[in-house]
């Protein structure tokens, strides 16, 4: 056997739970954010930066993504988790998104990759009250866990746009992707609702992946690009985006994938769409 079908061998048997479908059923039901519309108070929110990690949903004893796939994860790191259902991110680092997702992957946990890794939350599921409330609470449990790996991610009011686009531009400065505005007065709720408004300056969205077209020149022998549907319907193709070694071992067909665009062609498709991610969390 060549070395590099050994190595993908290896690679996969690492990954096989997370090549398992995930019934609808099986997955837990979160809330998701809608994208910040032109015009909004953002006085009413509560604002935070949005995280380049893995969506993670503790039911009090074990940890899934939000598409249901279970998380192995250390047994010294469980022990600091509270016996209560909990919602946020598991996060590494801006910009470390895929040493984060590759960490969150495997079957046997790597003790060194998770000592990096930050619990962050920012949802008590099913609690009651207003989220500035369950925000307080997810304080008082990250202090009372006094585990340094779980944190509660900071929360904060601004009080016009011209302060709320202030602080969209020093997260971009740091490296950050943008940032999450939840209406500080909504209860506890799943789906995609407007209380809950991400804040990035490109689009992003998902799409699974249909097929795979092969490279031609310098791709030659690799993946040329995906051909992909997005929740609206809509077929086209992400030729961009992609590294080296993803062009070599590219998502499998049926895998969701995020990717970017600049607003909408005449036709209603995404403009420049490009590949960002496996969609994991």
Avoid at 8 to 17: T, Y
Avoid at 56 to 83: C, E, S, V, Y
Avoid at 116 to 144: T, V
Avoid at 240 to 248: E, I, L, N, P, Y
Wanted: glycine residues 8%; positive net charge.
């Amino acid at each position: 056997m060549e070395k590099r079908q050994f190595i993908q061998r290896i690679a996969v048997a690492s990954l096989l739970p997370w090549l398992t479908p995930v019934s609808a059923a099986s997955r837990p039901a979160l809330l998701l954010a809608q994208k910040a519309p032109a015009q909004l108070d953002p006085s009413r929110y509560l604002v935070s930066e949005k995280l380049d990690g893995v969506r993670a949903f503790w039911d009090g004893g074990k940890m899934f993504t939000r598409h249901g796939q279970p998380i192995n994860l250390p047994a010294w790191f469980a022990a600091h988790l509270p016996l209560q259902a909990l919602d946020g991110e598991l996060w590494m680092a801006r910009g470390q998104f895929e040493a984060a997702s590759a960490a969150v992957r495997r079957v046997k946990p790597e003790p060194s990759e998770w000592q990096q890794l930050h619990y962050m939350l920012f949802e008590l599921p099913g609690a009651s009250g207003s989220f500035e409330q369950r925000a307080a609470s997810l304080q008082a449990i990250a202090n009372a866990a006094a585990f340094a790996q779980l944190q509660a991610l900071p929360q904060t009011r601004v009080g016009s746009s011209a302060e709320l686009n202030q602080r969209l531009k020093e997260v971009l400065q740091i490296g950050g992707e943008g940032l999450v505005l939840h209406l500080a007065d909504a209860p506890y709720q799943t789906g995609r609702k407007p209380a809950l408004l991400k804040l990035k300056p490109e689009d992003d969205d998902e799409a699974v992946v249909l097929a795979h077209l092969p490279g031609e020149g310098r791709f030659a022998g690799m993946l040329g690009a995906l051909r992909v549907r997005n929740a609206q319907g809509q077929v086209f193709q992400l030729g961009t985006g992609f590294s080296d070694a993803q062009r070599r071992t590219p998502p499998t067909v049926g895998a969701t994938v995020t990717y970017r665009y600049r607003g909408l062609t005449d036709k209603g498709l995404p403009r420049f769409a490009s590949f960002l991610r496996v969609q994991d969390f």
